[in-house]
């Protein structure tokens, strides 16, 4: 079963009144959706995924709450265009959970996970062309060191992109456990006992198939120009990447210059539109019940002007 990361605190973060208009930007398995929707019955709740089989699940589900929602098949990163279909042009709260669901990792033919054995896939859209096959096989040893090391901070980056390389000249990988045993191959025994070796190949792999970090840098701005006045906007992330995104962005716009830190008094025109609120990370009693939040933190900004 899926545990929803920071449930209450998002719950609670996301300030929700009776008439909220709110966007899950990923409604994943309703987790965070249902929880919402219990807390808006006058307002409305609008929910993206892409993937099918998250949406026929989350469908019913939040059926049996209410039915003042919408499904969106879509990325988040068309948030903006869809919403305009729908005639919503400004809403009160949207929340981002950037996390894998438990179900795609649980999946094996979704190709994921490292444990399992499967084809080599990690589309979050199953009707896209490029999967994570096409990247093991197809990309050069330099766009293999490039997103290793860009997206995974994986240290031995060129040795595992070199006996990637040289695994392909006799036969292409083509499930995820093969690919473990040729990154197993690549590094040091003691890197081994350390963690998973494949765990950053396997992040950096479905960053690239999925585009995340693009995605997520559109829809965040896209996002901040959606808000109503007291509107909030939570993210959770679960790697430094994407974190970073998040900390650069809501600074942009929430930063106050350095050279009015410390008057009694800020110029109108010199005040920001957002306001940066709290970096939450799991309670303990979270990472006992849910391994999968140690990572996971939330970010939260308000729209005060």
């Known amino acids: 079963m899926h545990k929803s990361v920071l449930l209450d605190e998002c719950i609670e973060n996301l300030n929700l009144k009776e008439d909220s208009v709110i966007v899950d930007a990923t409604l994943g398995y ?40 919408t499904i969106v098949r879509s990325n988040f990163k068309n948030m903006k265009s869809e919403l305009s279909k729908l005639g919503i042009e400004k809403v009160d709260g949207i929340l981002f959970d950037l996390g894998v669901s438990s179900p795609q990792l649980d999946e094996d033919y979704r190709g994921f996970s490292f444990h399992k ?44 992109a070199d006996k990637i390389v040289e695994y392909r000249k006799n036969k292409n990988i083509e499930t995820t456990l093969e690919l473990v045993d040729v990154v197993k191959s690549a590094v040091p025994e003691k890197y081994k006992r350390e963690k998973h070796p494949a765990r950053k190949v396997f992040q950096a792999i479905r960053i690239e198939v999925n585009k995340e970090l693009d995605v997520l840098k559109i829809a965040l701005s896209d996002a901040l120009t959606l808000l109503n006045k007291n509107g909030r906007i939570c993210v959770i992330t679960f790697h430094s990447l994407e974190d970073k995104i998040v900390k650069n962005m809501f600074n942009e716009v929430s930063k106050i210059d350095d050279a009015f830190k410390n008057l009694p008094f800020i110029p109108e025109e010199y005040q920001k539109e957002f306001k940066a609120l709290n970096v939450i990370k799991p309670s303990r009693e979270e990472l006992e019940d849910n391994p999968r939040a140690r990572s996971s933190k939330l970010r939260v900004i308000e729209k005060i002007k």
């Open 30 to 69: 309703a987790g965070h959706s249902s929880e919402i929707l219990k807390r808006i019955k006058n307002g409305r709740l609008i929910s993206f995924d892409q993937d099918d089989e998250a949406i026929k699940s989350s469908r019913e589900r939040l059926n049996s709450i209410g039915s003042n929602f």
């Open 117 to 160: 054995d499967a084809k080599l896939d990690m589309r979050m859209d199953q009707t896209q062309s490029l999967s994570a096959y096409n990247v093991v096989n197809e990309y050069s040893k330099e766009d293999l060191i490039r997103i290793f090391r860009e997206f995974g901070e994986e240290k031995y980056s060129s040795k595992i």
